[in-house]
């Protein structure tokens, strides 16, 4: 059976693989041009810009009349604007921080969404040759091996994902401590890979649990949302209720009774501004 995104797929996995080794080569660099954003541990390199440089380039002139949300492009002023037009969301390197440091754990994160739907989601880490891809109905993939969640139900069985977030806001840092010191007398473990895409791919292959964050842009959940949706789990509101992409909150888990149980106990925080 011939998917009707199959032209797209093929597409976007042969410019993700020439950017993976772009970022491959990279990684062990030592002068890596690091620049910060919207504070001191919010970084941007030129391998960001360059990683994103090459995906909307390749996509643009085979799909002319696409749109693109990519970070980069956003942080130096373009639009984040999801229409019903076919538009790839991109985060080039989701896990900049872990590439700065050399830790093997960031990755190309893309998607393609139409009518404001996900269709097509790769999480790639060149490092450790993880491929991650979904394709609407069509199941979840590691490396071509299908993937399933692992439809955990209780937090006090359970591995959660938690990330600090590359913001020093008082108020935020002070609710993420407060989330830490609610989960950890009741969970297996926590855990942080330093890259939102990479924590909702320990998901969906059953690695982890669940994994929620305060603070992401829809460029970091957007491939994710649709793998774990494919391997059988749930990417909602942190509050519960169906996810606002453009809201910065984001609760992914193995099963609805795990995203509830968490969604009653964690603190909120709704993060300004929205994408
Ligand atoms: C960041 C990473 C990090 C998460 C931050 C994201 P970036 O993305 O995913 O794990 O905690 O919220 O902004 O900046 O490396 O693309």
Same mark, same amino acid.
């Given at each position: 059976k011939m998917s009707s @995104?199959?032209?797209?797929?093929?597409?976007?996995?042969?410019?993700?693989?020439q950017a993976g080794k772009l970022i491959r080569e990279r990684? @062990?660099?030592?002068?890596?041009?690091?620049?910060?954003?919207s504070c001191?541990?919010?970084?941007?390199?030129?391998?960001d810009q360059e990683v994103e440089k090459l995906l909307i380039d390749g996509l643009k002139q085979a799909f002319p009349d696409h749109q693109f949300i990519g970070e980069e492009s956003v942080s130096s002023g373009e639009q984040c604007n999801l229409t019903e037009i076919p538009t790839? +969301?991109?985060?080039?390197?989701?896990?900049?921080?872990?590439?700065?440091?050399?830790?093997?754990?960031s990755?190309? @994160? +893309?998607?393609? %969404? +139409?009518d404001r739907q996900p269709e097509i989601g790769i999480i790639y880490n060149p490092m450790l040759e993880q491929l991650f891809t979904a394709?609407?109905?069509?199941?979840? %993939?590691?490396?071509g091996k299908p993937i399933k969640v692992s439809q955990q139900q209780n937090l006090s069985n359970s591995l959660v994902m938690l990330e600090n977030?590359? @913001?020093r806001d008082s108020e935020k840092l002070k609710i993420i401590l407060e989330n830490q010191n609610i989960l950890l007398p009741q969970v297996h473990g926590t855990r942080s890979l330093g890259s939102c &895409?990479?924590?909702?791919?320990?998901?969906?292959?059953? &690695?982890a649990d669940a994994y929620f964050e305060f603070g992401i842009h829809i460029w970091d959940i957007a491939a994710g949302e649709l793998i774990i949706n494919e391997a059988g789990g749930v990417v909602v509101d942190p509050a519960g209720g169906p996810i606002d992409r453009m809201s910065r909150r984001m609760l992914c888990a193995g099963s609805s009774a795990l995203a509830e149980e968490i969604s009653q106990k964690i603190v909120q925080y709704y993060p300004q501004p929205r994408d």
């Open positions: @995104s199959a032209p797209f797929y093929n597409t976007v996995l042969n410019l993700t693989k990684i @062990s660099q030592l002068n890596k041009n690091v620049e910060t954003k001191e541990i919010d970084f941007v390199t030129e391998t790839w +969301i991109i985060d080039p390197v989701d896990g900049t921080m872990n590439f700065v440091h050399g830790f093997p754990h990755c190309i @994160s +893309i998607a393609l %969404f +139409i394709r609407k109905g069509e199941g979840a %993939f590691l490396n977030g590359t @913001s &895409a990479l924590n909702m791919a320990m998901v969906a292959m059953g &690695a």
